[in-house]
Structures are given as structure tokens and as C-alpha cells.
């Protein structure tokens, strides 16, 4: 089982419509949880992080955390084609520990 | 705010040269830098982490002597590859973090594009 899961999917959505992103974890321990987005042939980029359960938004992305579940998901809404890219999500058990990087979903927006 | 700027952005080399890749944190102070390898329609894959200062934290498989990392300041890191050959041509991305507040993001630079000939 790996430590950080992701469905690798392409996942498409049409514009405008709401994309939703799941990442599954294995330690209970982890603390901090970060989603990058990475365009093809680029370097990922920060969207958002999120420590405590429940909602945190920020513009048109909602990160959801459930720590119960050891399930973290972000909401992309009104979603343009610009945001097609893949998804990074990474879990961080210690403040000054190295983070673990899920394998990335793929999203698709269809004008 | 946090910036990285990674250079050079892109090289192209002969087998056997040594190749030296900089990261700069140009707006914090980077106390943890990681080292990125990607190749194409591939996961990030972690070659090693560095603090200030200490010497580098390799992962397994990754060769210490052929991918040198220096980290002598808060706001440098470098990695040099050494004696590159054709199969070390990839995507080399650093990342930096600053510790001072729990729970910072890591935030990466752009990337160097290597080309072993």
C-alpha cells in the first residue's frame, strides 16, 4: 500500500462544473497536508494547505480534510480549462519531516 | 512571497561533464531543500533533503557521490551531477521550506531540464 494514494485518472469535467480530487493516506500520525498543481513540463506549484479537519477555501479551491478517514480531497469550482494540469496532493507526519508526494490525478477540463 | 529561482533552467551536455544546478530562495530563509528527479509522465521521484549547514540526507539508491549537494546557506543549495552520463538526463526541480513556523509548505523552483548527449 502506498503511503500517499490518488486515482492517477484522467479525470474530465466540463467548464464550468465542479472537479473533485481524492487523496487517501496510511499514517494516522500525519499532521499537515499540501495540494500542488503541476502543468505538463513544469514544476508543481502550491494551490493549498490544510492542518485541521474540516473546509478551508480559497477562491475557487475548497481543501477538505477528514483525518478520521485519513482522506484529504480538494474542490476545484467553476472549473476553466486553464486549470487542467495534474494534482498533487503530499502528506507531512512531522513539522520538520520531508513530505510524501502522491503519484498526481490528472484533471481534464472540456470547453 | 516565497520564491525559488532554480538555474540553469536548461543544459545540454557531453557524456562524462559535471553539471551544477542552483536554487535560491529569494524571499525566505530555506532551512530544509529538496532535490526533485522527474522523467516524462512521471512521478516526483525525492533524491535527497539538506539543512543549512548539514550534510545532505540521500534517499535509497541515490548515488551520495555522483549527485553532490551543498546547502551552505539559508538561501543557496546547489547540486552538482558529476561525470553525467546519458541516463541522468531528466527534470531536476529543487524545493525549499522554511522551518522557523510549523507546518510551512514547501515551495519549489522551476526546474532544470538536463540533456546528456
Known amino acids: 500500500q502506498k503511503e500517499v494514494e490518488q486515482n492517477s485518472g484522467p479525470l474530465s469535467v466540463p467548464e464550468g462544473a465542479i472537479a473533485s480530487l481524492n487523496c487517501t493516506y496510511s499514517?494516522?500520525?500525519?499532521?499537515?497536508f499540501f495540494w500542488y498543481r503541476q502543468y505538463s513540463g513544469k514544476s508543481p506549484e502550491l494551490i493549498m494547505f490544510?492542518?485541521?479537519?474540516g473546509d478551508k477555501e480559497d477562491g475557487r479551491f475548497t481543501a477538505q480534510l477528514n483525518k478520521a478517514s485519513q482522506y484529504v480531497s480538494l474542490l476545484i469550482r467553476d472549473s476553466q480549462p486553464s486549470d487542467s494540469a495534474t494534482y498533487l496532493c503530499a502528506v507531512r507526519k512531522t513539522n520538520a519531516g520531508k513530505s510524501t508526494f502522491g503519484d498526481g490525478t490528472t484533471l481534464t477540463v472540456k470547453p | 512571497g516565497a520564491v525559488v529561482s532554480q538555474h540553469p533552467s536548461w543544459v545540454i551536455c557531453k557524456s562524462g561533464t559535471s553539471v551544477k544546478i542552483e536554487c535560491r530562495s529569494l524571499?525566505?530563509?530555506?532551512?530544509?531543500m529538496f532535490w526533485y528527479r522527474q522523467f516524462p509522465k512521471q512521478s516526483l521521484m525525492l533524491m535527497a533533503t539538506s539543512n543549512e549547514g548539514s550534510k545532505a540526507t540521500y534517499e535509497q539508491g541515490v548515488e551520495k557521490d555522483k549527485f553532490l549537494i551543498n546547502h551552505a546557506s539559508l538561501t543557496l543549495s546547489t547540486l552538482t551531477v558529476t561525470s553525467a552520463h546519458p541516463e541522468d538526463s531528466s527534470f531536476y526541480i529543487c524545493s525549499a521550506r522554511a522551518d522557523r513556523e510549523a507546518g510551512q509548505p514547501q515551495h519549489f523552483g522551476d526546474g532544470t531540464r538536463l540533456s546528456i548527449l
Open positions: 499514517d494516522r500520525g500525519s499532521q499537515s
Open positions: 490544510i492542518y485541521s479537519n
Open positions: 524571499d525566505f530563509q530555506a532551512t530544509t
